[in-house]
């Protein structure tokens, strides 16, 4: 009962569903990973990744054909935020492109996730980075 | 939207507003389901005008710094209102003694707001007011319905847009927030004294970290 009455808003249950460990800091510059045979890489601006700005998200793919455009969806992990995606669209040389805001989370927990789903691949991509409030 | 708000009210509003919902469900004269309809009618108002404003000028970090503002004060005061209120449904302040003290005050007028059994009218404008409680799933639907406001292809339709977003949001939520208060109000009446000592112990420290968050840079 009193969990129902809950002290955890936005504190999640990171052991359910922690995404893959990462070692790259957003913060620091672009995060790449590979999913099948594409090369992903994330970067944010500006930097320091801060709550309740407007951000750019930038998505490079290499290593597969281009699409027309992308989505980038925000949440955090094992914490449901509702749909945040992003829409980024194709600025060329395999550049996706789009503006989006990240929330504040009054539990004041800052890690955060951003997904890439590219359309005809096995798995999506899931980057980690922590968040200024 | 509707989506949204209904997985976000069981996995997201359950723990952000339970001592909300239990502050105004665990009242020993509250039988009938109309307080919290009300209660919840005033939210989603809140959250439509909010939504609207979103949609009208298509950006959520624009118009959020300002609210932001209006959020933290309403936050802290609902906390105060908390503490105070777990205090008395706890039993360990007189009600009588916490309202008189307390009516020269926001805080204590809140109190009283929330405590007087009769008039479940007051339950709207409470509903307002929380409605402004901070919190990262409206921001997500406000930020939705800016993103309506870019692409709408007036003011007006984005103001149209962001309104009816937010409203479908809120409603989501409303399965949630009736069934954890129906809930605690059958548990109230069937297990008093230790629910709510229980809930009040939470609402006390919900309080408290209600006031922390809003005070905290």
């Known amino acids: 009962m009193l969990l129902s009455l809950g002290l955890h808003p936005c504190a999640g249950h990171a052991a359910d569903s922690t995404p893959p460990a990462q070692t790259c800091d957003i913060n620091r510059g672009p995060c790449s990973q590979k999913a099948g045979t594409a090369h992903i890489t994330l970067d944010i601006a500006p930097k320091p990744v801060t709550a309740m700005k407007e951000l750019t998200f930038t998505v490079t793919v290499a290593g597969i054909k281009e699409y027309e455009e992308l989505r980038l969806k925000l949440n955090m992990p094992g914490m449901y935020m509702g749909t945040n995606e992003v829409r980024l669209v194709r600025s060329g040389n395999g550049r996706y492109t789009g503006k989006g805001v990240i929330p504040r989370c009054h539990s004041n927990k800052r890690l955060w996730s951003a997904t890439v789903e590219l359309p005809g691949q096995p798995s999506e991509t899931v980057f980690l980075f922590n968040v200024l409030y | ?217």
Do not use: D
Request: charged share 5%.
């Open chain 2, 1 to 217: 939207m509707l989506a949204s708000g209904f997985f976000g009210g069981f996995g997201h509003c359950m723990g952000m507003c339970g001592p909300v919902v239990a502050a105004y469900a665990l009242h020993p004269a509250r039988t009938s389901l109309l307080p919290q309809l009300l209660y919840n009618l005033g939210r989603i108002t809140t959250y439509s005008i909010i939504g609207g404003i979103m949609g009208l000028t298509g950006s959520f970090a624009g118009v959020i710094a300002p609210v932001e503002n209006f959020q933290n004060i309403v936050m802290a005061g609902i906390g105060i209102v908390m503490v105070v209120m777990g205090c008395a449904v706890g039993g360990w302040l007189p009600l009588k003694l916490e309202i008189g003290a307390g009516c020269g005050t926001v805080a204590g007028r809140m109190v009283a707001f929330v405590t007087a059994s009769g008039s479940a009218g007051a339950f709207f404008p409470m509903g307002l007011i929380l409605g402004f409680i901070p919190c990262g799933l409206s921001y997500t639907a406000f930020i939705a319905a800016a993103g309506a406001g870019v692409h709408a292809a007036s003011r007006a339709e984005g103001f149209l847009q962001g309104m009816s977003l937010l409203f479908l949001f809120g409603a989501g939520t409303l399965p949630a927030l009736l069934l954890l208060g129906s809930l605690l109000r059958v548990l109230g009446q069937q297990t008093r004294l230790k629910l709510y000592r229980a809930s009040a112990i939470a609402m006390i420290a919900a309080g408290a970290l209600f006031f922390y968050r809003a005070v905290s840079p």
